[in-house]
């Protein structure tokens, strides 16, 4: 609801252009108080540069293709999704997204929070 309590629809023409972030193509559908919602597409075997996102707690959901995330100290752990799988990347987690696929990969991510939704950095703390 937006904030005169009306449904709306949002078509895949309507989204924004979101925060960019290297080897990444966002798109903002919703954002509304602390309400982020879009649609993320990464190309095959792309990875994203060293991000997180402030306070927001995030959602992924992945449609296609593949997801792979490395985070923490040094960025050595990893998390390999697949179609169907949800991420939950909590506040301030520093990470960065790869497609490890020939296909692109497309997914829905929902945040909750206020701040910048997305701050590029320059990599992990070291390991």
């Known amino acids: 609801?937006?904030?005169?309590?009306?449904?709306?629809?949002?078509?895949?023409?309507?989204?924004e252009?979101?925060?960019p972030t290297p080897g990444m193509v966002r798109e903002?559908?919703?954002?509304?108080?602390?309400?982020?919602?879009?649609?993320?597409?990464?190309?095959p075997h792309m990875v994203s540069g060293w991000h997180h996102h402030g306070e927001y707690e995030t959602s992924i959901y992945l449609v296609d293709g593949g997801m792979r995330l490395e985070f923490g100290?040094?960025?050595?752990d990893v998390i390999d999704a697949g179609p169907g799988d949800f991420v939950?990347?909590?506040?301030?987690?520093?990470?960065?997204?790869?497609?490890?696929?020939?296909?692109?990969a497309h997914?829905?991510?929902?945040?909750?929070?206020?701040?910048?939704p997305t701050v590029?950095?320059?990599?992990?703390?070291p390991a």
Not at 73 to 76: M, S
Not at 93 to 103: F, I, K, L, Q, Y
Not at 120 to 125: A, S
């Open 28 to 43: 903002v559908a919703i954002q509304s108080g602390t309400l982020w919602s879009g649609h993320v597409t990464t190309e």
């Open 107 to 116: 997914a829905v991510v929902t945040r909750s929070g206020t701040g910048p």
């Open 73 to 76: 100290p040094g960025g050595q």
């Open 1 to 15: 609801m937006d904030e005169h309590g009306l449904l709306r629809q949002i078509e895949p023409q309507d989204r």
């Open 120 to 125: 590029n950095v320059d990599g992990p703390e």
């Open 17 to 19: 252009p979101g925060d």
């Open 88 to 104: 939950h990347v909590p506040p301030y987690a520093v990470h960065r997204e790869g497609n490890p696929t020939d296909s692109p």
